[in-house]
């Protein structure tokens, strides 16, 4: 089976095509950060637009790539939700529509799902069990992994996520879009001492995340101190540790309580490499194994999605359910992970 996989979730145009045999095939992507960085953030309109002109050309793009050679894919995936309303609409329809045309069956995707699938493309794919942190822009959760559509949701945050703290924090701080890799750049040549922001909801039991009061502890050391380059370099620093700090803390949690030895960190977040040399030292020390997606899919893209959808056709092949040839379809903005649960 060789499925086409559409990401417009967000400010990203992914395609990707994935083979049953062959393993991902072909991989292409649209960024749109030049688009929307002089306004320090994701302009819905503007992403819905830009992947209305992206989209149809990767595909054609992907689609004549000398390792697919022209062949027609066997099914589509694209992201059903959560997301943009506007972007999610240009993937699912062309998705949609291209399915009619060619007569094969469509799927929608969970993006989570995608990001927490992600590692599985990688050489050495983790294991079933696992936990998995999904860290990135819009989400920030924690995910006891049994199998394929077998997802127990641990802990997730209350408010901001992790990925959009960064972005906020490093828009105050003057820093360009988008923030997670302005803030880890500038934290390099920020000092381990002048600052420490709190560790939030660390002090209490639980698995739940919170950002928003991080970032507002920022936003205050921000207006009492001169913003010269090292001290913000300095907020850059102590708000980077407090973040991936917390995560760890979170994830040691998530590992004793469900004794699993394989932990995955996945989403644009996860790319941060002060956040990952945090995590292989956690995961020594629980003989555990950490696993990540390569960094050009801890951000959005086509192939989590491809590969998402190969493993639900896959699925529903092996099922009694009737074939995905119904053409009409839904998006949804809002769409908690749990709603996916043992639904193969």
């Known amino acids: 089976m060789r499925v086409l996989g559409i990401e417009s979730s967000c400010d990203d145009t992914g395609v990707a095509l994935y083979d049953s045999e062959q393993g991902l095939?072909?991989?292409?992507?649209?960024?749109?950060?030049?688009?929307?960085?002089?306004?320090?953030?994701?302009?819905?309109?503007?992403?819905?637009?830009?992947?209305?002109?992206?989209?149809?050309?990767?595909?054609?793009?992907?689609?004549?790539?000398?390792?697919?050679?022209?062949?027609?894919?066997?099914?589509?995936?694209?992201?059903?939700?959560?997301?943009?309303?506007?972007?999610?609409?240009?993937?699912?329809?062309?998705?949609?529509?291209?399915?009619?045309?060619?007569?094969?069956?469509?799927?929608?995707?969970?993006?989570?799902?995608?990001?927490?699938?992600?590692?599985?493309?990688?050489?050495?794919?983790?294991?079933?069990?696992?936990?998995?942190?999904?860290?990135?822009?819009?989400?920030?959760?924690?995910?006891?992994?049994?199998?394929?559509?077998?997802?127990?949701?641990?802990?997730?945050?209350?408010?901001?996520?992790?990925?959009?703290?960064?972005?906020?924090?490093?828009?105050?701080?003057?820093?360009?879009?988008?923030?997670?890799?302005?803030?880890?750049?500038?934290?390099?040549?920020?000092?381990s001492d002048r600052f420490k922001f709190p560790r939030p909801m660390t002090n209490r039991p639980g698995l739940d995340f919170s950002f928003s009061g991080l970032k507002t502890f920022a936003l205050t050391t921000a207006q009492n101190n001169d913003l010269d380059p090292q001290t913000i370099a300095d907020i850059a620093y102590a708000f980077q540790e407090a973040v991936t700090e917390t995560l760890v803390i979170k994830c040691r949690r998530a590992l004793e309580q469900t004794g699993h030895k394989r932990l995955v960190i996945a989403g644009g977040v996860g790319a941060n490499r002060v956040l990952r040399a945090k995590m292989a030292a956690l995961a020594a020390e629980y003989d555990a194994q950490a696993y990540y997606p390569r960094i050009e899919f801890c951000t959005d893209n086509g192939a989590m999605i491809a590969y998402a959808g190969h493993c639900r056709l896959q699925a529903q092949a092996t099922s009694k359910s009737a074939p995905l040839q119904d053409h009409g379809f839904t998006i949804r903005a809002r769409w908690p992970l749990g709603e996916v649960l043992n639904n193969p």
């Open 25 to 191: 095939m072909v991989h292409r992507l649209a960024s749109q950060i030049d688009t929307h960085q002089m306004y320090g953030g994701v302009v819905p309109e503007l992403a819905a637009r830009d992947h209305i002109r992206s989209l149809i050309p990767l595909i054609e793009n992907v689609i004549a790539d000398p390792a697919n050679a022209d062949q027609t894919p066997d099914a589509i995936a694209y992201t059903e939700g959560p997301g943009l309303a506007g972007a999610l609409l240009v993937g699912a329809s062309v998705g949609k529509s291209l399915a009619y045309a060619w007569n094969i069956p469509s799927i929608g995707i969970h993006h989570m799902e995608g990001h927490l699938l992600a590692p599985m493309l990688e050489a050495n794919p983790p294991e079933f069990p696992f936990v998995a942190l999904l860290v990135s822009g819009g989400h920030t959760m924690l995910v006891d992994v049994q199998a394929i559509g077998q997802y127990s949701v641990l802990g997730q945050t209350l408010d901001d996520a992790a990925g959009e703290a960064f972005d906020k924090t490093a828009k105050l701080l003057g820093l360009p879009y988008p923030g997670g890799p302005s803030i880890a750049q500038t934290a390099l040549k920020g000092a």
